[in-house]
T-cell receptor, first 110, second 115 residues
Framework: KAGVTQTPRYLIKTRGQQVTLSCSPI?????VSWYQQTPGQGLQFLFE???????NKGNFPGRFSGRQFSNSRSEMNVSTLELGDSALYLC?????????FGPGTRLTVT | GENVEQHPSTLSVQEGDSAVIKCTYS??????FPWYKQELGKRPQLIID?????GEKKDQRIAVTLNKTAKHFSLHITETQPEDSAVYFC??????????????FGGGTRVLVKP
């Protein structure tokens, strides 16, 4: 089976702009979650979607949002970008509890 | 919420020696404990996991042990090879309860295997 895919892989944005990241889960996986990875804070959970419903949310401001479509594909959006949002954003899909990560989107905010 | 602490933050071992990484968790409801290996510039890759009804699990050179009473779990890598050099993350979650698939990660251990 193909793994989790994410687009784009790299992104450079300016403070104040917004960004949308996309994720396609492993075929058959209905749970999609998003994580932020930074050198300072490590791997932090953003949110999880299951059957188009947000099932879990981490401790991030409301500028971070997401959604899931009927085909399980997911998008996350960050509005009013700040310099501190520069990070690797990892999408993951899971089945029976095992969580598998995509390659990530490297977001740089200047 | 759950808090996972991981030690050591860096570990240097000679090729062929064993490496041990330890994690402690705070939420007694956590019941699933995966380990991930992340090589430079790559995605975290699931290498082994253990559920709370099992005390130990082994897969070739890697093994994980879980002590539910003490709320800690460990990763053991035997006969280390240079390709084992990477950052290793432990994580904990309460699956498949209401918490869904939310993983709380430890801070990571950078392992360097010297040839």
């Amino acid at each position: 089976k193909a793994g989790v895919t994410q687009t784009p892989r790299y992104l450079i944005k300016t403070r104040g702009q917004q960004v949308t990241l996309s994720c396609s889960p492993i075929s058959g996986h209905r749970s999609v979650s998003w994580y932020q990875q930074t050198p300072g804070q490590g791997l932090q959970f953003l949110f999880e979607y299951f059957s188009e419903t947000q099932r879990n949310k981490g401790n991030f401001p409301g500028r971070f949002s997401g959604r899931q479509f009927s085909n399980s594909r997911s998008e996350m959006n960050v509005s009013t970008l700040e310099l501190g949002d520069s990070a690797l954003y990892l999408c993951a899909s899971s089945l029976e509890g095992q969580v598998h990560f995509g390659p990530g989107t490297r977001l740089t905010v200047t | 919420g759950e808090n996972v602490e991981q030690h050591p933050s860096t570990l240097s071992v000679q090729e062929g020696d064993s490496a041990v990484i330890k994690c402690t968790y705070s939420d007694s409801a956590s019941n699933y404990f995966p380990w991930y290996k992340q090589e430079l510039g790559k995605r975290p890759q699931l290498i082994i996991d253990i559920r709370s009804n099992v005390g130990e699990k082994k897969d070739q050179r890697i093994a994980v042990t879980l002590n539910k009473t003490a709320k800690h779990f460990s990763l053991h890598i035997t006969e280390t090879q240079p390709e084992d050099s990477a950052v290793y993350f432990c994580a904990a979650s309460n699956h498949p309860k209401a918490a869904g698939n939310k993983l709380t990660f430890g801070g990571g251990t950078r392992v360097l295997v010297k040839p």
